[in-house]
């Protein structure tokens, strides 16, 4: 029995793993209609299986071997977590599908700080996160070389289900590579070179102009806190290059600059002033977590003509909706999930040296692609970029304790 319970921990970490490659590589289709493996898939089978094997533990060595206090799980988390159950109260988990997706995504955040704690699971986690994007913009240039030509404008998505959703990965994975190219040497730099070489362009081509604004975010800040002005500039100027020659690019880029002629622009910022709208009715605990409660909302004020809404389902603006559907006490709690996650990356940064100083600022760089491309989308919705969130949180305040690298005298 106690072999059995060791390599069922050992599977369970190889599944978690499998679940980080699917990330970088997108779903794996099968031949049957509908059918396929994805990470979120695989993540939410794991947690069955990871919690029938503690329960093994429990009966085998009792409940105090289970462990689960092997790691504090910080208390914004846990606020937040309770915000947007206590949302869902006032008319007993009606339409509370996406709060399904939450917990099971926020029990993925467990897994790996249960599974993950020694040091090379870690490093092994962080660059799966960070290298195998990759292989997910090989496939979809692959899937469509006519992305390539610029003139058409179309845009990367395949084998994601939107441009938007690649685009905010993408925006978050891009600085964990840059910070193995710059901390790594050998064969892990070259990896890492050809990755980011992929990941920036299928970026570029998503047209995603929140992720184009998260990722120049964290690129630029990761560079300044390290102090690396060359690659810094080195990246300004490919990218400069493309908006010199691409006139699409060009022009998505510019209606930024000038959103009233933009029709898609304009109808989202008349959803952000609707979810806003709906927030300020419901100021303290929103009018409950999930799309079918937002879309109830926005309807309600569609009908009485409160705003024309048109055919967007949500908000794009990750913060008017979190203030929409859990109100301030939601809102504040994410917002201060968020700024410890930043200032813990910042705090490890200092007190490490070498590689391990430039991972932590590449997983505080990570953040702010996540800060700021949330202006403009909505990303919880999504499967990938939730287990992308979840994961990218559990490693970093993983980083902090001490099975972390050994810091600096």
């Not at 606020?79 to 007993?92: E, K, N, Q």
């Not at 990246?235 to 400069?240: D, E, P």
């Amino acid at each position: 029995m106690d072999k059995v319970i060791v390599w069922w921990g050992k599977g369970i970490f190889v599944a978690l793993c499998f679940a980080i490659i699917l990330l970088g590589t997108g779903p794996l289709g099968l031949s049957l209609p509908g059918a396929g493996v994805r990470a979120w898939s695989v993540s939410r089978t794991t947690f069955f299986i990871w919690l029938i094997w503690k329960l093994l533990i429990c009966v085998r060595y009792g409940w105090s071997e289970v462990d689960f206090r092997k790691h504090a799980i910080p208390i914004p988390l846990l606020f937040f977590f309770a915000i947007v159950t206590l949302s869902l109260f006032p008319d007993y988990f009606h339409r509370a599908g996406d709060y399904r997706y939450f917990f099971l995504g926020a029990m993925h955040y467990l897994m790996i700080l249960d599974l993950c704690s020694d040091q090379k699971r870690w490093r092994l986690i962080f660059y799966l996160l960070a290298l195998s994007p990759g292989l997910l913009a090989v496939r979809g240039i692959l899937y469509d070389p006519l992305i390539l030509e610029l003139d058409q404008m179309r845009r990367f998505e395949y084998p994601l289900p939107h441009p938007n959703i690649a685009g905010y990965l993408f925006a978050m994975t891009l600085p964990l590579c840059l910070a193995i190219a710059v901390g790594k040497r050998g064969k892990m730099r070259a990896y890492s070179l050809l990755s980011c070489g992929a990941q920036l362009l299928a970026l570029i081509l998503t047209y995603s102009r929140g992720s184009w604004l998260g990722s120049w975010a964290s690129i630029f800040s990761f560079g300044v806190m390290l102090k690396r002005w060359t690659e810094i500039w080195v990246i300004l100027t490919i990218v400069g290059l493309f908006l010199a020659f691409a006139t699409p690019l060009q022009e998505r880029l510019f209606t930024l600059v000038r959103p009233q002629t933009d029709f898609s622009v304009n109808e989202r910022m008349k959803a952000m002033a609707a979810g806003l709208k709906l927030g300020l009715n419901h100021p303290v605990l929103g009018a409950g977590y999930g799309r079918g409660r937002l879309r109830e909302g926005l309807t309600e004020l569609e009908r009485g003509g409160v705003l024309k809404i048109g055919h967007i389902a949500h908000t794009h603006n990750m913060y008017i909706e979190l203030f929409a559907q859990t109100g301030l006490l939601g809102l504040g709690s994410f917002l201060w999930l968020l700024f410890q996650a930043v200032s813990q990356s910042l705090s490890s940064a200092s007190r490490f040296e070498n590689a391990d100083r430039v991972f932590a600022l590449g997983m505080g760089a990570a953040w702010i692609a996540f800060v700021v491309t949330g202006l403009g989308d909505v990303p919880y919705y999504h499967h990938e970029i939730r287990i992308l969130f979840f994961t990218l949180l559990a490693l970093t305040h993983l980083y902090g304790y001490p099975s972390a690298p050994t810091p600096r005298n």
